[in-house]
Nanobody, 124 residues
Framework: VQLQASGGGLVQPGDSLRLSCAAS????????IGWFRQAPGKEREYVAA??????YYKDPVKGRFTISRDNAKNSVYLQMNSLEPGDTGIYYC????????????????????WGQGTQVTVSS
């Protein structure tokens, strides 16, 4: 499967963005899909994941971010509301096995396919 992430941009604190992860080559619902981000000088960190009909979030984004999937468009989205400067980074979507257990969804090493990343900058 090939993944294409898009939708990033420069926004102010409190604004919203919706990131898209479009898949080609395989059906996106055949995978667990995770969103990760990497801030300058920091390691890549987990943000959210969707596995079948279940969704999971890192604590700091709970209530602000929503991950969803549109099977007809073969895409996964990350709706980000109430953005904060700490949300700044390059956002990547990744595909992994549907058999990933909950503790593995947080681990970028458990994902097999990665998109190219999209930059999100939150600054006043």
């Amino acid at each position: 499967v090939q993944l294409q992430a898009s939708g990033g941009g420069l926004v102010q604190p409190g604004d919203s963005l919706r990131l898209s992860c479009a898949a080609s080559g395989r059906t996106i619902s055949s995978y667990s899909i995770g969103w990760f981000r990497q801030a300058p000088g920091k390691e890549r960190e987990y943000v959210a994941a969707i596995r079948r009909s279940s969704t999971y979030y890192k604590d700091p984004v709970k209530g602000r971010f929503t991950i969803s999937r549109d099977n007809a468009k073969n895409s996964v989205y990350l709706q980000m509301n109430s953005l904060e400067p700490g949300d700044t980074g390059i956002y990547y979507c990744a595909a992994g096995s549907l058999t990933l257990i909950l503790s593995s969804l947080w681990n970028p090493d458990q994902y097999d396919y990665w998109g190219q990343g999209t930059q999100v900058t939150v600054s006043s």
